[in-house]
């Protein structure tokens, strides 16, 4: 018998009334926000001023045939997420495969790789900073010069050749846990049959990883892949805590630091919430790109 949807709505009341909050806070801190800045991106406003002057798309036009530090912080920031979905996935799937057997000490190891994550990206940006890449008394440089490569050495965080790659791999460092982490589960689902039927076929453990291991691990990977894409368009804690983008230069400038640096320390609110909307069309096309790779593996599999 069928329910009216009266009825049907009544029965499930109690399951609706659970997603009323999480709606609420959704709509509150992501509907709300990002609509009021679209709003603002047409106007031209600093932000403490009562009246806001209409320019319609001028802040857009502005922003593309105006402004050079926008195409500087555009190509950083596809460099800089690049090199950290590159890193992250790699590394993340290198040490998953060592480690995703069960054992106390795998288990030390897991803590271990995974401690970065929870850190407070200002300790991390500060230990970097100031004990590895510091070109006076640093690790590194010290390092170089007791093994003879003092020709190496350089301000990292200052040369426009250094200085966008080793902010990225810091936050690979940092991000690495979270790729190991979601790896070790895709292998832990891999049924434990397969590899006994490779190892009955006479397969080596190249060609049990290469033909059993990473065709199953495809979803994970799209997955792992598409979430750190958005870490990396997104950042913004990390590069600002180390190079504060890069000064007058830009070296390490990328999109949200131009827009916090345009709309906190010039008050160009407009301007600056037309960057965040740009930013947000990227970040709901990697959304997008991650659904298309999913959907793509689903029909493969069917």
């Known amino acids: 018998m069928t329910l009216s949807t009266k009825a049907l709505l009544k029965r499930n009341a109690a399951y609706y009334s659970f997603l009323l909050l999480p709606l609420t806070i959704y709509f509150v801190f992501f509907i709300f926000p990002n609509a009021k800045a679209l709003?603002?991106?047409?106007?031209?406003?600093?932000?403490?001023?009562?009246?806001?002057?209409?320019?319609?798309?001028?802040n857009y036009v502005d922003?593309?045939?105006?402004?050079?530090?926008?195409?500087?912080?555009?190509k950083n920031t596809f460099i800089y997420t690049f090199i950290l979905m590159i890193g992250s996935n790699l590394m993340g799937l290198i040490i998953a495969l060592l480690i995703h057997r069960p054992s106390r000490l795998n288990n030390v190891f897991r803590t271990i790789f995974y401690l970065p994550g929870v850190l407070a990206t200002v300790a991390i940006g500060s230990m970097w900073t100031l004990g590895?890449?510091?070109?006076?008394?640093?690790?590194?440089?010290?390092?170089?010069?007791?093994?003879?490569?003092?020709?190496?050495?350089?301000?990292?965080?200052?040369?426009?050749?250094?200085?966008?790659?080793?902010?990225?791999?810091?936050?690979v460092?940092?991000?690495?846990?979270?790729?190991?982490?979601?790896?070790?589960?895709?292998?832990?689902?891999?049924?434990?049959?397969?590899?006994?039927?490779?190892?009955?076929?006479?397969?080596?453990?190249?060609?049990?990883?290469?033909?059993?291991?990473?065709?199953l691990l495809r979803r994970v990977a799209a997955m792992v892949m598409v979430l750190v894409l958005i870490f990396g368009m997104?950042?913004?804690?990390?590069?600002?805590?180390?190079?504060?983008?890069?000064?007058?230069?830009?070296?390490?400038?990328?999109?949200?630091?131009l827009l916090f640096r345009q709309g906190f320390t010039y008050r160009k609110v407009g301007f600056s919430n037309a960057i965040a909307v740009i930013l947000l069309c990227v970040v709901v096309l990697t959304s997008a790109i991650q659904r298309w790779f999913l959907r793509e593996d689903k029909g493969v599999k069917s």
């Open 132 to 171: 590895i890449y510091n070109p006076n008394f640093g690790v590194l440089n010290t390092a170089l010069s007791a093994i003879g490569l003092e020709s190496l050495t350089t301000a990292w965080l200052a040369d426009p050749k250094t200085a966008l790659a080793c902010v990225a791999l810091v936050h």
């Open 173 to 215: 460092w940092q991000n690495l846990g979270f790729s190991m982490i979601l790896y070790i589960a895709g292998l832990q689902e891999i049924p434990e049959e397969l590899y006994e039927a490779t190892a009955i076929e006479g397969a080596s453990s190249w060609q049990t990883i290469w033909h059993v291991t990473l065709p």
């Open 39 to 58: 709003v603002w991106s047409f106007f031209k406003w600093d932000g403490m001023a009562p009246e806001m002057e209409f320019v319609r798309f001028r």
């Open 63 to 74: 922003l593309f045939t105006k402004d050079t530090r926008f195409y500087i912080a555009l």
């Open 234 to 257: 997104r950042s913004f804690d990390l590069i600002f805590i180390m190079t504060e983008g890069g000064s007058a230069f830009g070296t390490t400038e990328v999109l949200t630091t």
